[in-house]
């Protein structure tokens, strides 16, 4: 009996940390990239990237790295050929798989800010990549 009472117990602690009642739903994926496109595109506008075709994705936990709430990643190691743009993709965790807890207010807060980040990602690699690119060419000419 007592290991019963303390299994309930239990069980009660966990299934109340469910979403409380009340809170509203998370918004659906298509919405969180409705609301957050026009951020990115701004933050890109800011930063002067308009080099970068700019990929962006809301997603499942599962479809980026562990303990993170997004990621970046260039498409290929310099610009494309055909248009001399970078191609980026910017994935960003969706609302949905925050901890049940969470106020939606803060995830759209913290998505905000995640999509900033990865965009100062983007803008350090580029930059480190034109310097290489700078001190290798500036090497090569001072061997002629």
Do not use: C
């Not at 739903?25 to 800011?46: C, F, G, H, M, Y």
């Not at 498409?75 to 049940?100: E, H, I, M, W």
């Amino acid at each position: 009996m007592k290991h019963f009472l303390t299994l309930m117990f239990v069980a009660g602690v966990f299934f109340s940390a469910s979403a409380p009642a009340g809170s509203p739903r998370p918004p659906s994926v298509a919405e969180q990239t409705k609301r957050l496109n026009p951020i990115l595109l701004d933050w890109q506008r800011k930063f002067g990237l308009q080099d970068v075709r700019l990929n962006f994705q809301v997603v499942e936990m599962r479809q980026i790295a562990a303990l993170t709430n997004g990621t970046p990643s260039l498409g290929a190691s310099g610009p494309t050929p055909k248009d001399n743009v970078y191609d980026v993709f910017v994935l960003v965790l969706r609302a949905q798989d925050y901890p049940v807890w969470a106020d939606q207010k803060k995830v759209q807060k913290d998505q905000q800010a995640t999509i900033l980040h990865e965009l100062l990602h983007i803008m350090y690699h580029l930059q480190t990549e034109e310097r290489e690119v700078t001190i290798l060419e500036d090497l090569l000419v001072s061997k002629k």
